[in-house]
């Protein structure tokens, strides 16, 4: 009997979330498309309806213009009620964002990051939260949730950082569990590939029926792989790590113990070391993301040198992707990165991925610049709070 009720329960949470999702997703509609679309009964979808009115979740914005028969009341999803948080760490700052549910954001900070010891990562972080968190007015709904997206290895279950070249002297940071703690709301926490790429389907509405890979292209490579409309996790739940495949056999040493890994050759720490001629893998990560900027910066003034380098790495992340692409025959490819803010960048990428690809691999596949630029991390991680929260909702 206990069973059953917890069934029906369930049944009803699963109605109210496809309801709640269809509105979000086709608003503005009315009951009738709905059902048209869901199958659901009329009783179902009323009842899941007026519960989603009173969660300010949804609202009604008025009767559809038809040309015969009663005009239906159309709905619409009410996302300025509630906000999130989504931060994206980097190597000494995070970028933190307040967005409401439909990923307008209220507002941005940069703010230092010392990851000297957990105690202190943590508490910037939380800082960096808090400070963003008050300054906004809260709507109805408040805060529903945060997201976190960062480098490195993360357990999704516990969400932990169980490590991160960009942080060596972390070897595990209890995020999840420390920021619950201190703001008493559900946090995630996410690999920044696999975080920005969740929020280009979310809030860039992609087909959930396509099947993309996201290339995050910073100190090192983050990847997220989205198979039609599902994060690809591994058998421990870990993101694919395309930044630590082998690119070159013997090659340079990589802060994960391997050597010649991609992103020793194809990324911001890659750029710099090729435009200053040295090894630069024993200097402070700070300078070396600081210097990278610089480089850009040059290219994007057409300086020669500078040009040449950001070009190679072009060349070399073309590479990369191109054997992800002989393996996975995704329909897009989404690159974030400040590199394309030089114009050729994109370009020089496409043509090392078509010298580098099986025959018919590029037919139908899209290269595109991140939809969300630099904020793609923050409101991805944004993006998978909502749905956390989405996932957990009740029927009253
Ligand atoms: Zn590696």
């Known amino acids: 009997m206990e069973l059953l009720t917890a069934n029906h329960g369930l049944m009803r949470d699963i109605n109210k979330l496809t309801v709640l999702t269809l509105i979000r997703q086709n608003g503005p509609i009315s009951k009738a498309q709905i059902a048209q679309i869901t199958g659901l009964n ?13 969660d300010l979740l949804i609202r009604e914005i008025g009767f559809a ?10 709905l619409q999803f009410n996302g300025k009620e509630g906000l999130v948080v989504g931060a994206a760490l980097g190597v000494n700052f995070s970028d933190v964002i307040v967005a409401n549910l439909e990923g307008d954001i209220l507002c941005q900070n940069r703010i230092p990051l010392r990851a000297q010891s957990a105690e202190l990562f943590i508490q910037d972080i939380g800082d960096a939260i808090a400070a963003s968190m008050d300054s ?3 709507p ?28 060596p002297l972390l070897p595990h940071v209890p995020l999840r569990r420390a920021l619950e703690e201190r703001f008493q709301r559900s946090v995630t926490v996410e690999e920044n590939g696999n975080a920005a790429l969740a929020g280009a389907y979310y809030f860039g509405k992609m087909s959930a029926s396509s099947t993309s ?3 995050h292209v910073g100190l090192g490579i983050g990847s997220g792989i989205m198979l039609q409309g599902s994060l690809y996790r591994g058998g421990l739940g870990f993101a694919p790590k395309l930044g630590h495949t082998l690119f070159a056999a013997g090659g340079k040493a990589c802060g994960c113990g391997l050597s010649g890994c991609f992103e020793m050759y194809a990324s911001e720490h890659s750029l710099a070391e090729h435009y200053w001629e040295r090894d630069m893998r024993h200097e402070d990560s700070g300078d070396i993301w600081r210097l990278a900027g610089e480089i850009i910066e040059l ?10 380098s950001v070009l190679h790495i072009g060349e070399m992340l073309g590479m990369g ?22 114009d050729s960048f994109m370009a020089v990428v496409e043509q090392s991925i078509a010298r580098h690809v099986l025959p018919l691999r590029m037919e139908g596949l899209t290269l595109m610049p991140a939809p969300f630029g630099e904020h ?21």
């Open 213 to 215: 890979m996201y290339v």
């Open 140 to 167: 109805a709904l408040g805060v529903v949730g945060i997201g976190i997206g960062c480098p490195g290895i993360v357990n999704t279950a516990t969400g932990d950082i169980v490590r991160s070249n960009r942080y």
């Open 376 to 396: 793609s991390v923050s409101l991805g991680a944004a993006s998978l709070a909502i749905e956390h929260m989405f996932s957990g909702i009740k029927v009253g």
């Open 136 to 138: 906004v007015a809260m």
């Open 299 to 308: 290219a994007v003034q057409g300086e020669a040198k500078a040009l040449r």
């Open 321 to 342: 992707i191109a054997s992800s692409i002989n393996l996975l025959n995704p329909d897009h490819i989404i690159l974030g990165c400040r590199l394309n803010r030089v």
């Open 42 to 54: 009329k009783t179902t979808i009323t009842s899941c309806v007026e519960q989603l009115k009173q």
């Open 65 to 74: 213009s038809t040309s015969q028969g009663r005009p239906p009341l159309m």
